[in-house]
């Protein structure tokens, strides 16, 4: 059974913020989240990760629900570039364990 | 700064027919290293890491191998190579931490056994 689920695919007009799901129901207490993202024929690029609290950076936002089953990777402002498939995955420490990531087309 | 290098980027090969596929890192030393298989339209799955030289970790029972001779070579293989093999092969780096490591992933190679 994948560890993580997400929705197949989502679009998302241009300039305008998006909201990324992914359910972990069966998160221990030491498991990460992971998001990467992939153009086709390239490798998973790194976006955001975190444990427990909430994480910003340069390139997204990562949202944690208190319990810790499900997370939301939040883009504020959608460009073009950002058209990819987007993984969301938990790290055991001992390994990443993909799910089959959502599909996000932006329209411009 | 660390870069991550695989060869070949394409690769056709028959059934039944050895493989080798390279991975080398720079910039670094000691890291963890990965790889990964991509099946069409799916996530990936996790084939084999390694903490050092000379020490591998299968997750998958499957038809490949894979070797580290060197600190920053990581090495896939495989005797012979079955249909159910081809797939986008992806190699992974990532500092060794107490926990949320990065994994920084290499261009792929694409290989086709017909």
């Known amino acids: 059974d994948a560890k993580t689920t997400q929705p197949n695919s989502m679009e998302s007009n241009e300039e305008e913020p998006v909201h990324l799901p992914c359910n972990h129901s069966?998160?221990?207490?030491?498991?990460?989240i992971h998001w990467y993202r992939q153009l086709p024929s390239q490798g998973p690029e790194y976006v955001i990760h975190?444990?427990?609290s909430n994480v910003n950076n340069r390139m997204a936002s990562l949202a944690i629900a208190e319990d810790r089953k499900s997370s939301t990777l939040i883009l504020h402002r959608a460009t073009l570039r950002d058209a990819a498939v987007y993984y969301c995955?938990?790290?055991?420490?001992?390994?990443?364990?993909f799910g089959t990531g959502t599909s996000l087309t932006v329209i411009p | 700064s660390q870069t991550i290098h695989q060869w070949p980027a394409t690769l056709v090969q028959p059934v039944g027919s050895p493989l080798s596929l390279e991975c080398t890192v720079e910039?670094?030393?000691?890291?963890?290293l990965y790889w990964y298989r991509q099946a069409a339209g799916r996530g990936l799955q996790l084939l084999f890491y390694s903490v050092g030289i000379g020490q591998i970790s299968s997750e998958v029972p499957q038809n490949l191998s894979a070797s580290r001779p060197q600190d920053r070579q990581f090495i896939l293989s495989s005797k012979k190579l079955l249909l159910s093999d081809s797939g986008f092969y992806l190699c992974?780096?990532?500092?060794?931490?107490?926990?949320?490591?990065?994994?920084?992933f290499g261009p792929g190679t694409r290989l086709l056994v017909l």
């Open positions: 910039g670094t030393s000691n890291p963890n």
């Open positions: 992974a780096w990532s500092q060794p931490t107490s926990g949320g490591e990065t994994q920084y």
């Open positions: 975190g444990l427990t």
């Open positions: 069966t998160i221990s207490g030491t498991d990460y």
């Open positions: 995955i938990l790290d055991t420490g001992n390994q990443f364990y």
